[in-house]
Each structure stands twice: as C-alpha cells, then as structure tokens.
C-alpha cells in the first residue's frame, strides 16, 4: 500500500473487501506520508483467483477509495499512466514500482471519419426552344370553340398571328417578357395555339415549360392536357373561371412535359386562358419551352469508409512488434516479426486492400477489427506484456480540431514528442496545397417565388452551408449574358482592398464575421476573399453579401449568370450562392482533394518542439467574493523539461494584461495568485509556458484570445431548490452579443460556465436564441450555450437553451415529460445568472430538445435522419443609417404572414430558408420535406 497523502494515515482506519464477500481490518500501524507499506501472507490471509476484485475502503467515512482486479502475473500502478494498472518488470515490495517501458512508439495520426461524397443534383443545360416572344395564332372572335380546336390537325389558318407576351396591363407593372400582342377584354377565356419541333426519337427529350399566365389556364400538348393553372378540376368550357386572381403576372416554371406526349416532328401546343372574372381589366399570356440536356448526372450522398491510425517510431532503436495490440476502439494484433525502425511510418487501418490501392508506397500493416466513432474514441497501444505503450482519446471538436470529423482532414500530432493524449498537440491536416483553384459558373432565369416577399435590398449573398474556410476570386454576378451582358458587382477582384482586412463593399456577418481579404500564398500580387464560416449561413444574417451595382435589380424572367473561382481549404465545400431572396439560388459542391492526410509519411503540420503542454487549469474559489484573492493551478509537462509557467491575465478584458510567475509545489503543480477585485469584475486568464529549449506555449490554446474567466460575485449563494447556471463574459463580448446588427447573428462568443458554484466549463460559447422581439430585451432575451465535447454538460449534452419568457410553456412541457407517454425533451427550471446581469432567475431550461441525443433516444436510429425547423419568411425592411449598403436592422422586422407548408416547386434552393435543416446538414437532403409539401398543396381527387 502507498500512502499517496502528505500526512500519516492509520491503517486501521481502512478495510479490504473482495467482490466474494469477505471483509479484512488492517493492522494497527500507520504508514508515513509518501510512505509504503506491506502486508504478506499473514496479515492477508485471502483466498484469491485471477478475475478476483479487491476493495479499499476507508471506514470512517464509507468511502471506496481504490479497486484493482488480480491477475496472474504480478501488476502495480504507473505513475506513467495516471495510476494504471501495468504489469511490472520485477517486484519492489515497500519501494516505487518498476516497469520496463516502451514510450517508443507514439500514435501520430488518425483518420477516424474522412470527408463524405455530397450530394449534387443532376445538372443540365437548357435550350429555349419556344421563347416568351414566340408567335402565336390566337381566336379573335369571342364563343366556344369546344374541344377541336385543341387537337394537332385542327385547321389554324384563320386565326391572327400575334407576338408574346399577349397582354392587356398598366404599363407600369414589370413583366418577365417583352410586350407584344394586346387583347380584348370582357371575355372569360382566350385561345392560343403554336407548333415546335423534335428531332430524331423522342424518349430521352426532356421538356420543361414555363408560363406566365393571368388568371388560369389549361395546356395541351397534341391534343392531350399536361397541366393547368388556377383551374378546378373537371371539364372546362368556355365560361369557366380560374378559381384564384393573379396580381401580377410571373414567370412561373417547374412543369415537365411527359416525354410520351411528344412527336418526332412537329408538335402542336394549344393553351385555353381564363380569367377570374368577366370584368377582369388584365390579361396576360407568354409560354416557354426548354430543353434540358445531361451535363451530368445527380450523386447521391455517401459517407466513407476509410479510416486509418498512424505509428511512428520516434526513437533511435528498432522495436520488434511480436505481441504488440491494439485496442479499446478497434483490435489488431501485429504480425509476428514485425519491426518498426527508427524515424519509421506504419498504418493500421480498417480495409488495407483498399487503402494500399490510394496509398501503394506506404507501409500498412494490417486491418484492424471495428471501427472508429465519428465522435470520440479511445485508441491504446500495448506492447508484448500487455501494458500500454500509448493512448489516445480524441473528440470531435473544442480544443481538438473539428475538420478531422468529416471536414477533409485527418488528425495529426505536431510534435512527436509531446503528449498525445492532450488536444494541444493535435491540429487538423493542412490540405492547401492538395486543394485547387477551380472556375465555376452557372446560369439561372429568376422566378417568382410562391409568396414572394417584399424585396428591400438588392444584393449577392454566398455562403458556407456548415462550418468551414474557402478561397474566392474573380466574383461575378452577369444581367442578361447573351445580351447587354451587364456586370453588377462592385467589387468581384478585391484587387484595390489591403490584404488581413475587410473587402470594401462588401458585409460579413455573424458566423462569417472572420472573413476578410488574403493574399493568396501561391500568387503574393493576387488579392483574395478568405471566407470562414464558424457555422452555417442563413438568408437573415451569418454570411456574407454585396449589394448590385449602380441599383441595379433582380428581375423575375430575367436571366443571371453567376461565377466564381474558389479554393477550397478545410471543412464543408457546400457554397451557396443566391441573388437576395432565393433568386438564381444554387449550392456548389467545390472540389476537394481526392485524398486527405498524411498516412506513412511526416505530418503536414508537423513541427520540432510544441513546447510544455499544460493541463490541470482551474481557479479557487470558482466564484470569489471582492475579499478573496484567486489562485489559478495547472500543471505541465514537456520532454525537454518545463523551466517557467507565467500566469497571464486581465480584468474586465480591456485593461494590458498582467504577468504572474508560477510557483511549482512538492506535487509538480503550479500556482500563482491574483489579487482579490471589485464585485462584479470579469477576470481572464491563460497560462504561458516554456520548456528546456526556450519553446513556448500557451493554454487554453488560444491564449489571449481564449475564455477562461470568473466573475467576482459578493451575492452568491447556492440556490436551495434550482441548479445554479452562471453564464460569464467579457463586458465587450456582452456588448457585442446584444448590439441591435448583431441580434441574429449565430457564432456563439467566448465563454466560461460555472455550474452550482462548483464545476467550471472554460471556453464555452453562447449566443442569443429566440425571436427578434425577445432579442431586443436584455432581461428577456433566451441563450444558447455551447459545451466543447471533451467536457459536455453532464456528461452528455453539447449544448442547453434558455427561454426567459417560458413560464406557460414550462408548465406543458413538464406535464408532457411527466406523463410518461406523451414524449418530451428533458426540460428544467435553473437558477440562471445572465452575461450582462439582466434578468435571470428561475429560467425554463431546455437540454435534450430536438438533438441527435433526444433522437437517438426516442427512435430508433433516430440520428440518422435529416431534422428540419419550419421557419417561415421574415423581411428585413432597413439599415442602421437608411443606406442599402449599411448594416441591416432586425427591428423592424415584417412577416410572410400566410406562410405554410405548401408545394414550392421541384428546387429545394426553394425550401432552404422556410425550412432550416438543423440536422443531417452534408446530406442537404431536401427531397422528404418537397414530398411532403406537394402533398400538403393536393386537392381534389389527388388528395383522396
């Protein structure tokens, strides 16, 4: 026994009990601080067997205070291994334990979840084979021509020729096509009839129509109808009336022709056009054909399967991996034989045929059984005793890189030296130079879209649709490209604007507010746009956008030409690019390298000395009164050996920060004190280090920029019935989190949680949820508070809200939780202390919500499905200063107020802002939600 305390301790205090019941008092000795004991066969007369457990319990307070399992070969614990059981090389009765220890092999990069194939929807190009201005005969003379008149060998000599659009209209009102032939009014119906031809067969044409209709109409194509618009069901005559008025005429699309209905040769289209009503003063018609031609065909999202781990022998001596395994996440056992030189790559992987064919000149070893979590697994390394040799925990995100998980790089140890356990030593695999600058472009005739909004602002609007980082050059947004071709962006190049800074004319918002102009490496003398997203973008806010020039306008019917060169660098390559709101929208999967990391090789971010990696940060007491001083405490640990630690901090984030030296104690911790501040100061604070060859490092890893705070509170006490959730930061970023520009903004800002007093969550995120009107209020505004995943809210939750309005809700939500059946989504009530010190008190909580782990939980794989929030249409109305180019205000704000679920068309750009995808957002899958709401639009016989 090992008395690991700094005082005496009376063995008889303590008892050993085995999982078979037997109970044994100690002898009555004591054992000196730091001092060893035994107790040989006498005094520890058990019967054991390998599997066995032993128990350590201290009496007086009941409290188990260790275990261990017997083996059949003699263990201890490794203070290598924080206190691991590990087989020894010999045995030290009464003196430290002695290992033999393989510490030369370290696992040094991981892919655990490659990058997926998106989604991309089949892309066409279309030929206009019957234009808007297309002649047209039509029927001058009023009546009922029946039903001949639709048929293809009707006789049309009679009728006039006329010249879309056909119109009676003020000539105010814009419409998508020139003005050609006026028509009469006072009559319900119009008739028109056109011919076009096909060539060759018919079976892979594909036909997409387009009209612009006022009222309602019928279409036929060689006799037979293919659609109609505004008109019931049932047989039509010529008195019939479209059931809904049009206000004004669109360019309306979306219709495919069935390919049986057509001819090679000519075919005859005949449109029947009917009004709301007799006395209707406006008439418009004009029709459109397109031929859609296969640029390539759709790609259906797909996750990867490649995975791999990566060893490297960073010792000057050969290791033979005879009995060498890996396990915990996967299970590998190494060939007999097997040695690993010195400076040496090797991988392990979960299909080695399939790997060897991307990577033929890297040593792989084998396939491992399992496989890697997507979100946080356990790798160990264990040498021919059984004892570990390394290990690795990783997570998905926080202080370890986040683009490992699915963004198209791998997990790679900087420094082979450092501790790999830690995320400090970690970074995502620089995939800059594998990535290329590609060109695309793309063209699009701008419709209305159902229940267009007022549009108040004219501008471009890109991107990114999850966290990540592109590259974009040569921006262009083209008017009419096989015509006047007018440019109408300002500032596509960035050529005039000063690299590490804003683009002139243009805004950067919330989760894209870190964008700005870059030099490009590659070509020093081209300016750049670096656009980061921190998550994904809306049409609202969180992206960035550039109003058209010379106050130009999107048009419906007008035809757009949008293009760009990108770069893609790390994270998602869904770029979303539209002319604000949903005109000429698009998503653009940009290239990524096909392959991702550095297997068998050096580590594109590796470097010599990390420096001291630290660990162990923590702050006493957690919530200081004015009279208290703070002691912050970490540890550090480095190859080269650790000469200083310094204690960096600030108050309130504005004043220059202060220096502290570290102070090592007896244990290798270190500490340092500041001094006690006014009720209700903010402190942040990082520690710096520097090991044996000057080499520094700071933690958290960001360290001035980190959010490791406590805030002075001469108040607090433990609320007796709630959970008390204080929320702390910096005076600017609180500032900045309720400024009126920034309401709707979604990057959550620094951080540092403190829950019931006791627990501390350093550099968190949080940012204002709920809708505009509840934004405004400090006291009433609802938080989202984002966890890092290494440290998650009660073990489980990477995220919890609050809702300061939510008393009624509470109430049903707790009754629905409480039933039993009715579902719910884990709810509390807490004890909340606000970032600015409005309101706050007892909060709805909500946890779970509609998360992977709520669904999860309540379906089966659950998880797995794409969970969308039915958002709606919100217009923004104005600016900070009135001028289009300025920062947007959200207040004002109007609303699409009979909004529903309804049938938007075939395009699920359509969809995107009605329907927010919370969940499942690399799969963009929109095709459930577009089935659903063409079911919810069905009358009629279809709907029965």
Known sequence: LFNSTNSVQALSDYSLRTDRGAVLPLPNRTIA??????????????????????????????????????DDVPIAKSTNWQNRWQVVDQITRGAANSFAVHDELVINEVMYHHRPTYPEPIEVSADTILSLGTEWRYADVPGDLGTAWRESDYDDASWPVGQGLFVVEDPNVALPGPRGTPLPTGRPTHYFRTSFEILGPTDDVKLKF????????????????????????????????????????????????????????????AVELHQNSINSPDV?????IDAANLVSPAQAYEESSEEWLELFNRSDRPVDLTGWKLADAVKFSFRDGAVLQPGEYAVVTGEASTLSQLEPTIRILGSYAGSLSNDTDRIQLLDEVGNLADEVKYFDGGYWPEFADGGGSSLELMDPHADNNDAAAWRASDETARSEWRHYTYTRVVAPVVLDPPINFQELVMG??????????????????????????????????????????????????????????????????????????????????????????????????????AKWISGTPQLHTELYYKDAARSTILAQPAQSGTPGRANSTGMTNLGPVVSGLRHEPVVPASDQDVTIYARAADPDGVTALTLVYRVNGRDEPIRVPMIASASGEYSATIPAQANNTVVQFYVESVDGQNAVAVYPPAGPDSHALYKVRNNFARNAIRHDFQIVMLPDDVNRLHTPVNMVDNNHLGTTVIYDGQEVFYDTGTRLRGSMFSRQNRAGTGYN????????????????????????????????????????????????????????????????????????????????????????????????????????????????GNFDIQDLGDDKELYRWPFLINGGRDRDDYSRIIDMAKAFSLTGDALE
């Not at 060893?36 to 409290?63: C, M, N």
């Not at 659609?227 to 005429?249: K, P």
């Not at 797995?864 to 205000?889: C, H, N």
């Open 33 to 70: 601080a730091q001092g060893y004991t035994v107790l040989d066969a006498v005094e520890l007369p058990l019967q054991l067997s390998k599997g066995d457990r032993i128990f350590l319990w201290h009496q007086p307070t009941g409290e188990l205070r260790d275990a261990v399992r017997i």
């Open 210 to 269: 387009s009209h612009v209709i006022d009222d309602g109409a019928v279409f036929y194509l060689n006799g037979q109808e293919f659609a109609r618009v505004n008109m019931r069901d049932g047989e039509i005559t010529y008195d019939s009336l479209a059931f809904r008025s049009v206000g004004d005429a669109k360019l309306v699309g979306g219709i495919e022709i069935p390919t049986s209905m057509l001819r090679a040769g000519q075919n005859v289209l």
């Open 284 to 288: 418009v018609f004009g029709a459109q």
């Open 464 to 565: 990114l649709l999850s966290a990540g980082e592109v590259w974009i050059d040569n921006i262009s947004v083209i008017d009419d490209p096989e015509g006047a071709a007018t440019e109408l962006m300002q500032n596509g190049t960035f050529e005039a604007d000063t690299a590490e800074s804003a683009a002139a004319k243009w805004r950067v918002m919330g989760t894209h507010g870190r964008t700005q102009v870059i030099a490009d490496p590659t070509e020093p003398d081209n300016n750049v746009m670096r656009l980061i997203a921190d998550g994904r973008m809306n049409y609202l806010s969180n992206h960035v956008e550039s109003t058209l020039a010379n106050g130009a306008r999107s048009v419906d019917g007008r035809t757009y030409q949008i293009s760009f060169d």
């Open 785 to 896: 508070v984002r966890f890092r995943p290494d440290q998650l809210f009660r073990g489980v939750h990477d995220s919890v809200a609050f809702d300061q309005n939510g008393e009624e809700e509470a109430l049903v939500k707790f009754v629905a939780l409480q039933s039993g059946n009715l579902g719910g989504s884990y709810n509390d009530a807490f004890q909340l202390v606000t970032p600015s010190g409005s309101g706050g008190g007892a909060t709805l909580t909500y946890l779970a919500r509609h998360s992977d782990i709520f669904l999860r939980e309540q379906f089966e794989n659950g998880g797995d499905g794409t969970l969308f929030k039915f958002e709606g249409i919100r217009v923004l109305t104005s600016t900070v200063d009135g001028r289009p180019e300025s920062l947007k205000l959200y207040q004002p704000i109007g609303w699409v």
